[in-house]
């Protein structure tokens, strides 16, 4: 490894794609598969509030207890964790198709083009991330929406560095140059040789970074930017259940188990490609 | 000397662009900011004069080129504009909060270097055996559980029932120390890895063997071959992790009360409060590029390689 090796390839990530050793996609697929079941295997109402019922703990009719209006955690965290996975899964596929497109066109753009594009990309990977996010957010107004919108912009220009690095190795490559000597115009080359080339390469480092953003989305609803109450948002509703700690800790517990049942696969399956690649 | 003055044409350029791109945020506001700070401000729906009023005020009725050219002039001066939600000017709002938020970072900066680098070389000695895996286990599970989690959980049992340090902080060094720990072991988490990667690389380099060969002890090993090139490696992330402090502190300030600039910018999105959004972010991306290139520059001086250009 050289001791400049940071400015390209930050992780180490940049080889991943070179082995498979296991397929995060499929953690993924099987984490979107749960978190869209589950809101109907679980049942109940997120929204539904017994007063009567309020701060109950777990019992059979509500497993994980109840919260300050006596609605259902269990109903609440399910909810909860979908909506944060759908959110988590549309910032990186827009970071990571922006990045693509964005990349690959950097690479395949001559000169001053290409030039200012990736000037672009530079730009947006020397801006700290979250703080930027939270300022988007501010400016847009809390939500859902508007949170995807923030983190899919601070979030692309890594994707468009790796994409702009692995386009030019294919640009330069055999596979292109023989294409482009038999008549194939540059833009089919780029489309059909390059970003599908690059989109495979780069889709284990997005399925791997679906965690992450979770627990980023989850930081942002803690601090109140998230999906706006009534809606269950996890980080929003440990936010809530820090007044009820020694009252009603299912509160605080369920939600945060709930984002380390989700983010752990992620964060397991990244350790061990981590491990794989960098150990040589 | 080249070198030197390209780095500050590179700054100063990165320092106009951001601050263009920052004052643009202005522009994603939805509806008449006037009518918003004073509908807030009045706890009533404003007359038109009013808002035509509190437009003249905030400069706003001013073509846009110009009003960027005014906030671009007083941000040369630290004068960052009147905020939107408090009276007052931005920058004696956020400038004593700066200091509380260095406080904590540098803090948990320097828990988190002693920590990762122990850890990570730790872990590589140990490869494969017992402390490595549990390292691993423990560094993967802890970097699952959101800070904020940790935060509150160790306020109600260390903080409240334990009476060990202060749940409404005052920003003191005193003060830092339980929320930097806490921020120190989550940013632990992610560098330990690094570190141990780093580490598995200098370990079966040709270096360490020979060393290992002449009969030289692990320790001396560790102190002579080691050490210097986990440090000059790890470098950049340290760079990563003090660029990024204003942003990464944002959640566990929130958590502790904390007076630093993270919650406050929270509290400022919360409330649309748009100039002290402009001037937090330009500071943060100012402080990320200083950061990671003050980095840069230590691994220069630390590094006769690179200094010598042989490397």
């Given at each position: 490894?050289?001791?400049?090796?940071?400015?390209?390839?930050?992780?180490?990530?940049?080889?991943?794609?070179?082995?498979?050793?296991?397929?995060?996609?499929?953690?993924?697929?099987?984490?979107l598969?749960?978190v869209?079941?589950?809101?109907?295997?679980?049942?109940?109402?997120?929204?539904?509030?017994?007063?009567t019922n309020?701060?109950?703990?777990?019992s059979?009719?509500?497993?994980?207890g109840?919260?300050?209006y006596g609605?259902?955690?269990l109903?609440?965290?399910v909810h909860?964790?979908?909506?944060?996975?759908?959110?988590?899964?549309?910032v990186?596929?827009?970071a990571?198709?922006?990045?693509?497109?964005?990349?690959?066109?950097?690479?395949?753009?001559?000169?001053?083009?290409g030039?200012?594009?990736?000037?672009?990309?530079?730009f947006?990977?020397?801006?700290?991330?979250?703080?930027?996010?939270?300022?988007?957010?501010?400016?847009l107004?809390?939500?859902?929406?508007n949170?995807?919108?923030?983190?899919?912009i601070?979030?692309?220009?890594?994707?468009?560095?790796l994409a702009e690095?692995?386009?030019?190795?294919l640009?330069?490559?055999?596979?292109?140059?023989?294409?482009?000597?038999?008549?194939?115009?540059?833009?089919r080359?780029?489309?059909?040789?390059?970003?599908?080339?690059?989109?495979r390469?780069?889709?284990?480092?997005a399925c791997?970074?679906?965690?992450?953003?979770?627990l980023?989305?989850?930081?942002l609803?803690?601090l109140?930017?998230?999906?706006?109450?009534?809606a269950?948002?996890?980080g929003?509703?440990?936010?809530?259940g820090?007044?009820?700690?020694?009252?009603?800790?299912?509160?605080?517990l369920?939600?945060?188990?709930?984002?380390?049942?989700?983010?752990?696969?992620?964060?397991?399956?990244?350790?061990?490609?981590?491990?794989?690649?960098?150990r040589? | 000397?080249?070198?030197?003055?390209?780095?500050?044409?590179?700054?100063?350029a990165?320092?106009?662009?951001?601050a263009?791109a920052?004052?643009?945020?202005?522009?994603?506001?939805?509806?008449d900011?006037a009518?918003?700070i004073?509908?807030?401000?009045?706890g009533?729906?404003?007359?038109?004069?009013?808002?035509?009023?509190?437009r003249?005020?905030?400069?706003?009725?001013?073509?846009f080129p110009?009003?960027?050219?005014h906030?671009?002039?007083?941000?040369?001066?630290?004068?960052?504009?009147?905020?939107?939600?408090?009276?007052?000017n931005?920058?004696?709002?956020?400038?004593?909060?700066?200091?509380?938020?260095?406080r904590?970072?540098?803090?948990?900066?320097?828990?988190a270097?002693?920590l990762?680098?122990?850890?990570?070389?730790?872990?590589a000695?140990?490869r494969?055996?017992?402390?490595?895996r549990?390292?691993?286990?423990?560094v993967t599970?802890?970097?699952?559980?959101?800070?904020?989690?940790?935060?509150?959980?160790v306020?109600?049992?260390v903080?409240v029932?334990?009476?060990i340090?202060?749940?409404?902080?005052d920003?003191?060094?005193?003060?830092?120390?339980?929320p930097g720990?806490?921020?120190?072991?989550?940013?632990?988490?992610?560098?330990?890895?690094?570190?141990?990667?780093?580490?598995l690389d200098?370990?079966?380099?040709?270096?360490?063997?020979?060393?290992?060969?002449?009969?030289?002890?692990?320790?001396?090993?560790?102190?002579?071959?080691?050490?210097?090139?986990?440090?000059?490696?790890?470098?950049?992330?340290?760079?990563?992790?003090?660029g990024?402090?204003?942003?990464?502190?944002?959640?566990?300030?929130?958590?502790?009360?904390?007076?630093?600039?993270?919650?406050?910018?929270?509290?400022?999105?919360?409330?649309?409060?748009?100039?002290?959004?402009?001037?937090?972010?330009?500071?943060?991306?100012?402080?990320?590029?200083?950061?990671?290139?003050?980095m840069?520059?230590?691994g220069?001086?630390?590094?006769?390689?690179?200094?010598?250009?042989?490397?």
């Open positions: 490894m050289n001791a400049f090796a940071f400015d390209r390839d930050r992780l180490g990530l940049r080889r991943l794609g070179l082995r498979r050793p296991v397929s995060p996609a499929l953690i993924v697929l099987a984490v598969v749960i869209t079941l589950a809101p109907a295997v679980v049942g109940g109402d997120p929204l539904n509030q017994e007063l309020a701060l109950q703990g777990p059979p009719h509500h497993l994980l109840t919260d300050e609605r259902d955690v109903a609440r965290v909860g964790t979908r909506t944060s996975v759908y959110a988590s899964l549309a990186v596929g827009i990571l198709l922006g990045g693509i497109v964005i990349g690959s066109l950097a690479a395949a753009v001559p000169s001053h083009g030039r200012t594009i990736s000037l672009l990309t530079d947006f990977l020397g801006i700290p991330g979250v703080i930027v996010a939270i300022a988007i957010v501010g400016a107004g809390p939500g859902t929406r949170l995807i919108v923030a983190f899919a601070t979030g692309w220009a890594w994707y468009a560095r690095e692995h386009a030019r190795q640009l330069s490559g055999r596979v292109v140059t023989v294409a482009r000597v038999s008549g194939v115009p540059a833009w080359c780029v489309s059909g040789h390059v970003i599908p080339h690059v989109f390469r780069l889709l284990v480092v791997l970074d679906v965690g992450w953003v979770v980023a989305i989850a930081g609803g803690y109140g930017l998230g999906a706006q109450p009534p269950p948002e996890l929003q509703m440990i936010s809530d820090q007044g009820y700690v020694l009252q009603a800790p299912w509160m605080i369920a939600p945060a188990g709930a984002l380390m049942l989700v983010v752990l696969p992620f964060v397991a399956a990244g350790e061990r490609v981590h491990g794989r690649v960098l040589v | 000397m080249r070198a030197a003055l390209r780095w500050v044409a590179a700054f100063a990165l320092v106009l662009a951001s263009v920052v004052f643009c945020l202005q522009l994603l506001v939805p509806g900011p009518a918003t004073l509908s807030t401000q009045l009533r729906q404003p007359s038109q004069a009013e808002i035509v009023a509190e003249a005020q905030l400069g706003l009725n001013q073509p110009t009003r960027l050219w906030w671009i002039e007083g941000a040369t001066h630290g004068d960052f504009g009147r905020s939107w939600a408090t009276p007052g931005v920058g004696s709002l956020i400038w004593p909060r700066i200091e509380a938020t260095v904590l970072g540098l803090v948990a900066l320097t828990l270097v002693v990762a680098l122990a850890g990570g070389i730790v872990a000695l140990f494969d055996r017992t402390a490595d549990l390292l691993r286990v423990v599970v802890l970097a699952c559980i959101p800070a904020f989690v940790l935060g509150v959980l306020i109600q049992f903080v029932d334990a009476h340090g202060q749940v409404l902080t920003g003191s060094w005193r003060a830092a120390l339980l720990a806490l921020l120190g072991v989550t940013i632990a988490c992610y560098w330990v890895r690094v570190v141990r990667a780093i580490a200098v370990l079966n380099s040709d270096v360490v063997r020979t060393a290992r060969a002449r009969g030289a002890s692990w320790p001396t090993v560790i102190r002579a071959h080691v050490l210097p090139r986990v440090v000059l490696e790890f470098l950049p992330y340290v760079g990563l992790g003090i990024s402090i204003i942003g990464a502190t944002a959640v566990m300030e929130v958590v502790f009360s904390w007076p630093g600039i993270g919650a406050y910018a929270a509290q400022a999105a919360v409330r649309r409060d748009m100039p002290v959004l402009q001037a937090v972010v330009l500071l943060s991306i100012i402080t990320f590029r200083l950061g990671t290139d003050a840069r520059g230590v220069w001086i630390l590094d006769p390689r690179r200094r010598s250009g042989t490397a």
